[in-house]
């Protein structure tokens, strides 16, 4: 899909830098993932390398290999010859993405049953009424992008509460690949119906209702999935980076 290339200074802008000369690989990758799952970074943004070594300090090197990193976790693209790019998901990759996640994360709830102790459902029960909390201020206090990912942070948390590292972290990289798959193709989710089914969710857990709860869990994620407009490709929102970042 074409790529718009976006200026150096809205890359500094949209990336949230470590301290300036000590970022490490691990983290700058990291705060780059960020930008992407909150949305200050649009699919097709180009990734320039000169530019994020400005804005960490550090060299093109160190920043070729976080950028590497991310390509690994199917967040960013690198084409050979042009650059590094935040992935643009198909709609073929979109409907993947989320029948993987239906698989997945409905053995995580089997194993969160299985396994999770009190303290794992307190958790995720304070998770929930922090999300009901941020839900309810009002716009202007609360950016889109924070409640979304806020959102997609209790499957991780419910995926680690499962105890299986492996399962959990396949799980983290398909919510923030999901999220560029909302911001791509026009999610028209609402995100008091997904905190109302997480709440709805984790009470059939509690309950030892197993299949019950794995049900639920595949039709949550399917509405998100009919939410989305996968009708039809969408090549390049032209999304303003600065109006993003101040949303």
């Keep these: 899909m074409p790529r718009t290339k976006k200026s150096a200074e809205d890359e ?3 990336a949230a830098p470590a301290a300036a000369g000590t970022a490490s690989i691990d983290s700058i990758a990291r705060d780059i993932a960020t930008a992407i799952v909150e949305k200050r970074l649009p699919p097709g943004t180009w990734l320039r390398e000169e530019a994020l070594g400005r804005v960490y300090s550090v060299s093109r090197t160190k920043v070729r290999a976080a950028l590497l990193t991310l390509s690994k976790d199917k967040l960013i693209e690198i084409i ?4 590094a790019f935040v992935c643009q998901p198909s709609v073929k990759d979109a409907r993947e993405v989320f029948a ?12 969160f049953i299985a396994n999770a102790k009190a303290a794992d459902y307190q958790t995720l029960e304070q998770h929930i009424r922090f999300e009901r909390s941020t839900l309810n201020q009002s716009v202007t206090t609360t950016s889109g992008s ?9 499957h991780v948390a419910l995926a680690q509460a499962a105890g299986n590292d492996t399962l959990a972290e396949l799980v983290r990289e398909l919510v923030a690949r999901s999220s560029l798959i909302a911001m791509l193709y026009h999610s028209s989710n609402d995100p008091h119906c997904s905190s109302d089914e997480h709440a709805d969710f984790l009470k059939l857990c509690r309950a030892g209702q197993v299949d019950a709860a794995v049900s639920s869990m595949c039709d949550h994620l399917s509405r998100i999935e009919q939410s989305l407009e996968l009708g039809s490709e969408k090549v390049d929102r032209q999304l303003d980076l600065v109006k993003a970042l101040l949303a």
Excluded at 80 to 83: E, Q, S, T, V
Aim: hydrophobic residues 40%; neutral net charge; proline residues 4%.
């Design 100 to 111: 993987v996640r239906r698989v997945l994360e409905s053995e995580v709830v089997r194993l």
């Design 146 to 154: 924070v409640r979304e990912r806020l959102l997609g942070d209790f």
């Design 12 to 14: 500094d802008t949209a």
């Design 80 to 83: 050979p010859d042009k650059g």
